[in-house]
């Protein structure tokens, strides 16, 4: 059974500074954000697959102004796929280099945020072989990501993922979309999915999907038995012309019956041959 934890205990510990506290009472009257608590995951959900828990955890950890990173997988099964994931927030985990000295080591924006969790599928009931979340820390050392201007978003808040990719794609070559209307467009169409995504991320995506396609179109053509590197790429059969109509054509006679023909693999290749012109 998960362990029932109070997550009222785990904002507001943090002192804020002047600075901070100023910032955050001229932009509360326009940008309420009191449920962002920085809570943690609630430990009653079941997911079918990880891909399932990790989509529903996004959503939830953004709601509550922070971004969740995977830190390790472990305990493969015989068909080698993981039943274990060890989970930490974004500002947490690995590559963390303290700036108490005033050094401005890199872009880094991690705190060293004790925040951890671990996502497992477990096969005893009540679990029946479906994942689940078991909160380990569920306390930050940092405030939580309200998407206020000047604040770095967290990369997991950028990422595109498939849905978005497939709206790109439709919206960049059937509706020939701007950047600027690629961006606003999926900022607005996915609820919340999408909100923090830039333009930067947008183009990269569809540079990405460009890549990606010369990609296939070189792998077709090398199942077609071409090189990848032709400068031409094939016509799909449907698409290609008939072929032309068959017609009567006058046939070379065969060769009479009994005719020897000498195998040249068999004769000297001397070029100095007694038959020559010279
Ligand atoms: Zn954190």
């Known amino acids: 059974m998960a362990p029932p934890k109070g997550p009222q205990i785990h904002y507001q510990q943090i002192p804020t500074t002047l600075q901070q506290q100023q910032q955050q009472q001229q932009q509360q009257p326009q940008r309420p954000n009191f449920q962002m608590a920085l809570l943690p995951p609630p430990q009653d959900r079941l997911y079918p697959t990880f891909e399932a828990l990790q989509a529903d955890l996004k959503a939830f950890t953004r709601s509550q102004g922070y971004a969740i ?5 472990l305990n493969r099964d015989i068909e080698g796929r993981y039943r274990r994931y060890n989970l930490c927030c974004a500002k947490g985990g690995k590559n963390y280099t303290s700036h108490s000295k005033g ?3 890199g872009r880094s924006t991690k705190t060293g945020c004790p925040m951890r969790m671990k996502a497992v599928q477990e096969k005893a009931w009540p679990y ?3 994942w689940h979340v078991i909160v380990q ?3 930050h050392n940092h405030e939580p990501f309200t998407g206020e201007p000047g604040v770095v978003v967290p990369a997991q808040f950028r990422k595109i993922e498939q849905d978005g990719m497939r709206w790109l794609i439709i ?3 059937e509706a020939q979309l701007s950047l600027r209307q690629l961006t606003i467009g999926l900022r607005i169409s996915f609820g919340e999915k999408y909100q923090y995504v830039k333009k930067s991320d947008v183009r990269n995506m569809l540079a990405k999907i460009k890549r990606d396609e010369d990609r296939k179109t070189a792998a077709a053509a ?4 071409l090189p990848a590197n032709l400068p031409y790429t094939l016509l799909p ?6 072929p032309p109509p068959l017609q009567h054509v006058e046939q070379m006679p065969p060769l009479p019956e009994g005719l020897q023909v000498p195998d040249p693999d068999l004769e000297s290749d001397d070029e100095d041959g007694d038959d020559d012109d010279e």
């Open 128 to 130: 029946g072989d479906k």
């Open 171 to 173: 919206m960049h070559r």
């Open 137 to 139: 820390c569920a306390e």
């Open 69 to 73: 990173v995977t830190l390790s997988s």
């Open 103 to 105: 050094l401005r080591a």
């Open 222 to 225: 090398a199942a077609a038995g």
């Open 237 to 242: 059969p449907s698409h290609q012309p008939p």
